[in-house]
């Protein structure tokens, strides 16, 4: 495996592409639940998986390196110490936990999961109140205020949108944008590419072109990567002007790395 990135065009002949194979994070879902999770169908996990394997097969068939970002994730959170500490701190900051003894449970849930890749499986998974070690209500004040939950209620949502691995970041030359997602259930999956591009033996050091960190929206499906020269971006309802105007800025003016000039 090569490393590093060199993405001149994302037209021509494919060479390497980043899947993600749907588990437990497409199913973990109830109908009623679609509108949070942004998912909008259900799916049998069986068909799933089998349709999606069948793909990266004819993928490696026409020559093709297939890449999973569950299994780069998990190589960048064992290269380093610190960087499972780190990135389930971020993770937590942006999963839309509040109440502070869920956010514990959660933690402790995950925590005790040794191997990396199955700590990246559960994470995208998401939790129910069922999964997890709580306190009875009548013995924390905090828990008051979840008292009517159910067991089957969810705690931490599930990223069953993850297997559209495009919208997340797009490779520009040798670097990349992490992208700010429009939907904030969605944006929570960028902080598992960010962890490759900040970990990963490959690929850590790897330039960011764009920082999802920024407050404007901006996603993979109005990026395209024409040449070694030249970027299109579309305005849309995900991705507003500002956040173009920066990424120019930091393309045209912040880097000497970078190769686009249109």
């Known amino acids: 495996m090569s490393k590093g990135l060199n993405v001149h065009s994302e037209i021509g002949k494919l060479k390497k592409v980043v899947l993600h194979r ?139 949108s993850s297997y559209f691995s495009r919208d997340p970041l797009a490779s520009v030359g040798k670097g990349v944008l992490l992208h700010h997602m429009y939907w904030k259930q969605r944006d929570r999956e960028v902080p598992f590419y960010e962890a490759i591009f900040k970990y990963h033996p490959d690929y850590a050091g790897t330039p960011i072109w764009y920082d999802h960190k920024k407050p404007w929206h901006i996603e993979g499906g109005d990026v395209l990567n024409i040449n070694a020269h030249t970027l299109a971006i579309g305005i849309s309802q995900r991705t507003e002007a500002a956040a173009i105007e920066e990424l120019a800025k930091n393309l045209f003016w912040g880097s000497g790395n970078s190769e686009i000039d249109t």
């Open 22 to 160: 749907p588990g437990r994070d497409l199913v973990n879902v109830k109908a009623e639940e679609f509108e949070d999770v942004w998912i909008h169908d259900c799916f049998y996990l069986d068909v799933a998986q089998k349709e999606h394997d069948a793909f990266a097969d004819l993928l490696r068939s026409e020559g093709v390196e297939v890449l999973y970002m569950e299994k780069l994730v998990a190589e960048a959170l064992d290269a380093c110490p610190s960087a499972r500490a780190e990135f389930t701190d971020t993770f937590m900051a942006e999963s839309g936990i509040v109440n502070p003894m869920l956010e514990q449970a959660v933690r402790e849930k995950l925590d005790a999961i040794s191997d990396s890749h199955q700590f990246v499986l559960e994470a995208m998974g998401g939790y129910r109140y069922r999964d997890l070690e709580l306190p009875r209500v009548s013995t924390t004040l905090s828990m008051m205020d979840n008292e009517d939950a159910k067991p089957d209620d969810l705690v931490l949502k599930p990223l069953p």
